[in-house]
């Protein structure tokens, strides 16, 4: 299961365009690079999933460059509602590994500023 | 659909107590993860089950234990509640359990040990 690196914390007024980068340097052929959104006291959310180029859907985009070592997730116009914990994961959606739990790592606290 | 559900939401126990915890995934869904979040080491896999084999365990004492009945439904207990183990327990499903596939996550359970 390929590492992710991520930054710790981010601020944004409302209204700005947030993107907040992933590095998975060790991803494998077969993974593909997945978002999720936690609200405090909440579990986490799926937010959108991708594995090259570019997926957009109704709340983010997903930009993966073409050698796939990182991706950004861009929240366009954030309000303060997106201040949340946003957390990068990588994987195959099939492959188990016995010895590699899912990790979900610290995350990315961001919080939108009135 | 319905989504993950978990009973209770809120518990409280004193120290010594052992607690059970229950889950109900996803119809559908064969795989089940738990989760423990505390502020100070964020979210941490406890073990995951698919048809009612416990496939993998995070690193926890085995005061930690769980099951999965064959409808999926799956059940965590806790044996000798520590003042520790105050946090927010989370549940989460998805249809085969790898480690790119969308993990669906219920509201947790909120656990305080006096």
């Known amino acids: 299961l390929a590492k992710t690196t991520q930054p710790i914390s981010m601020d944004s007024y409302e209204g700005q365009e947030v993107n907040i980068t992933c590095s998975h340097n060790?991803?494998?052929?077969?993974?593909?690079i997945t978002w999720y959104q936690q609200f405090p006291s909440q579990g986490p959310r799926f937010i959108i999933q991708?594995?090259?180029t570019k997926v957009t859907n109704e709340v983010a985009s997903l930009f993966i460059p073409a050698d796939r070592k990182s991706s950004t997730l861009s929240l366009p116009r954030v309000s303060l509602s997106d201040t949340a914990v946003y957390y990068c994961?990588?994987?195959?959606?099939?492959?188990?590994?016995?010895?590699?739990?899912?990790?979900f790592g610290k995350g990315t606290r961001l919080s939108v500023i009135a | 659909k319905a989504g993950v559900t978990q009973t209770p939401r809120y518990l409280i126990k004193t120290r010594g107590q052992q607690v059970t915890l229950s889950c109900s995934p996803i119809?559908?869904?064969?795989?089940v993860s738990w989760y423990q979040q505390t502020p100070g080491q964020g979210l941490q896999f406890l073990f995951e089950?698919?048809?009612?084999?416990?496939?993998n365990k995070g690193n926890f004492p085995g005061r930690f234990s769980g099951r999965q009945f064959s409808n999926s439904r799956s059940e965590m207990n806790v044996s000798t509640l520590e003042l520790g183990d105050s946090a927010l327990y989370l549940c989460?499903?998805?249809?085969?359990?790898?480690?790119?596939?969308?993990?669906?996550f219920g509201p947790g359970t909120r656990l305080t040990v006096l």
């Open positions: 089950y698919f048809s009612e084999t416990q496939r």
């Open positions: 989460a499903s998805s249809p085969f359990g790898g480690t790119g596939d969308t993990q669906y």
């Open positions: 119809s559908g869904h064969r795989s």
């Open positions: 994961l990588v994987g195959d959606f099939l492959s188990y590994s016995g010895n590699t739990p899912l990790v």
């Open positions: 991708g594995y090259k």
């Open positions: 060790n991803i494998a052929t077969n993974d593909y």
